[in-house]
């Protein structure tokens, strides 16, 4: 979704960072996948930005800078640096394969909310929160090469792999439930 | 274009990146090919299933009011502090303002009243059948016949030499103060002289100079422990001048 150019010559850091508000914390609590972390994150975000915000370029999107100070927050955060692993190879994959559709992938995308959470909580990290910037936030290609500072051509082969990544845990999920009956 | 080629592109094509020429011929061909059809609805339901599980967590209202606080201080503080050396003074000037404004509107209000009456008294004789009760241009036949009639004397200028004219005089009050009042003419005008005794409050402060409501033109002053006023609708000129030569006598 085009979101667009948020800063107006009148508005103050209050009036646009505020609306975030809420979307930051998700995001930042599906980073972090603790409430205490997730507070720190969001805490530290807004000061962050506040004390940059004399710096920011009215004009350039506001959204995907605030999510990219949260960001850069959790990487530099203890379990950031855990948990954010190296993608090898994915500027590569300039031609993606089709997926297959068969009647398992249909059920796959019919998972339940409680099932799909689980597997977004499970993926690896670059592939979950491609996953939210797009799906939850409905950022653009462009909008989340800002955020992650990653080309576009990487945005889009890093979210074929999140989506296939997610495609195969819920498959798996799938098939461990039916497994179980 | 082949199916395999055209389900490379469903995820650009539902993320809306596909450029408009190739989403409307994608578009097309979902509609004559089951396959991918079937392929775009199972990528639409998991794009909806992410959205849907991935709004997941909501903040405290803690936090909300803790980090709304944090970063509403700043630039608010500033423009509130700002806004108050201003509005301090600003107020102050108001408040100044209005008390002048009452003051000096009450003092005109009384001034523009005091002189209402005045050009009333002058109007209501220029009126009369009987303008003045001693007819006469002679002062030395005037002046005399005040005496009784009121609590002061006074002296009327000679106006030999001058287009003055003194045509007579009659007892007025003013106030529930009895006075002298004299008209004159000057150029087949006439203007009323009205001599009180000084009182202070009643008659202070009226300005001298025209009285653009009545279309007259006043002026007065203090002399001897007698306050003049002389009224007329001749020009600013000619009521000074009248008013140098009662000055001069008095």
């Given at each position: 979704m085009e979101v667009p150019?948020?800063?107006?010559?009148?508005?103050?850091f209050e009036d646009l960072a505020m609306p975030l508000f809420d979307q930051l914390y998700n995001f930042a609590r599906w980073l972090a996948q603790d409430t205490a972390e997730a507070e720190d994150l969001v805490q530290e975000t807004y000061a962050k930005a506040l004390r940059g915000f004399s710096s920011f370029q009215p004009g350039t999107n506001f959204r995907a800078w605030m999510y990219r100070i949260l960001r850069n927050s959790f990487l530099s955060s203890r379990t950031g640096l855990k948990v954010m692993v190296a993608l090898d190879?994915?500027?590569?994959?300039?031609l993606l394969p089709p997926e297959s559709n068969t009647p398992e992938s249909i059920l796959i995308g019919q998972a339940d909310r409680e099932t799909v959470q689980q597997a977004l909580a499970d993926l690896a990290v670059p592939f979950r929160e491609i996953l939210l910037l797009c799906e939850v936030e409905e950022m653009s290609y462009q909008e989340i090469a800002e955020t992650l500072a990653i080309p576009m051509g990487t945005v889009m082969s890093r979210l074929f792999r999140a989506r296939k990544a997610l495609r195969d845990l819920l498959r798996k999920k799938n098939e461990g439930g039916r497994h179980g009956v | 274009m082949a199916c395999e080629q055209w389900r490379g592109k469903l995820d650009a094509y539902l993320d809306g990146e596909l450029d408009p020429g190739e989403a409307r011929t994608l578009g097309t061909h979902l509609q004559g090919c089951a396959a991918c059809a079937a392929d775009a609805l199972e990528r639409v339901q998991m794009k909806r299933a992410v959205h849907m599980a991935g709004n997941r967590y909501a903040a405290t209202s803690a936090l909300r009011s803790r980090i709304a606080k944090s970063i509403a201080t700043k630039p608010r503080r500033e423009s509130r502090g700002l806004w108050w050396i201003l509005a301090v003074p600003a107020v102050l000037i108001l408040i100044l303002s209005v008390m002048v404004n009452l003051y000096v509107g009450r003092d005109a209000t009384r001034r523009q009243r005091f002189y209402s009456e005045l050009a009333d008294l002058h109007v209501a004789a220029l009126a009369s059948?009987?303008?003045?009760d001693i007819v006469s241009s002679d002062r030395h036949t005037v002046k005399p016949w005040f005496q009784g009639k009121i609590p002061f004397s006074f002296n009327l200028p000679e106006?030999?030499?001058?287009?003055f004219t003194l045509l007579g005089g009659r007892v007025t009050y003013l106030a529930q103060t009895p006075g002298a009042h004299l008209i004159y003419q000057i150029r087949r005008h006439e203007v009323s002289v009205f001599i009180f005794?000084?009182?202070?409050?009643?008659?202070?402060?009226?300005?001298?100079?025209?009285?653009h409501t009545l279309s007259f033109n006043v002026e007065n002053w203090t002399q001897n422990g007698l306050r003049y006023f002389v009224v007329g609708d001749v020009g600013a000129d000619d009521i000074q001048a009248l008013s140098k030569l009662l000055r001069d006598a008095g």
């Open positions: 150019d948020q800063p107006l010559p009148v508005a103050t190879g994915e500027a590569d994959e300039s | 059948t009987t303008p003045v106006l030999q030499g001058t287009e005794q000084d009182r202070g409050e009643e008659t202070a402060s009226p300005a001298s100079g025209p009285m």
